[in-house]
């Protein structure tokens, strides 16, 4: 069955970097887009990040443009969220998923605190 599995968040001060991993399985990684996803308190989830089957077309939410950088490893079935000049308002649990999304699945997600 499908799964995904977050990684990589941390408490960080804002100004720092993170590298958030999705490692995928159950599903052939490399026929789906993917995007990340993040939510934070009292807020819907909005998407930030996607790329395609490939890896070869990116796009992203404006508010993260030029901060962050989505990759993916089909070799790996994972896909990256490189975040740089975080900001506290990037705080909350990010979460990756396929597009179209499989079902009803959602990842355990990984929170992402930034807090000076």
């Known amino acids: 069955q499908v799964q995904l599995v977050e990684s990589g968040g941390h408490l960080v001060q804002p100004g720092e970097s993170l590298r958030l991993s999705c490692a995928a399985s159950?599903?052939?990684?490399?026929?789906?887009?993917m995007r990340w996803y993040r939510q934070a308190p009292g807020k819907e989830r909005e998407w930030v990040a996607a790329?395609?089957?490939?890896?070869?077309?990116?796009t992203y939410v404006d508010s993260v443009k030029g901060r962050f950088t989505i990759s993916r490893d089909n070799n790996k079935n994972t896909v990256y969220l490189q975040m740089n000049s975080l900001k506290h308002e990037d705080t909350a649990v990010y979460y990756c998923?396929?597009?179209?999304?499989?079902?009803?699945?959602w990842g355990q997600g990984t929170q992402v605190t930034v807090s000076a």
């Open positions: 998923n396929t597009v179209p999304s499989i079902g009803d699945y």
């Open positions: 159950g599903f052939t990684f490399s026929t789906y887009a």
């Open positions: 790329i395609s089957s490939a890896g070869g077309t990116a």
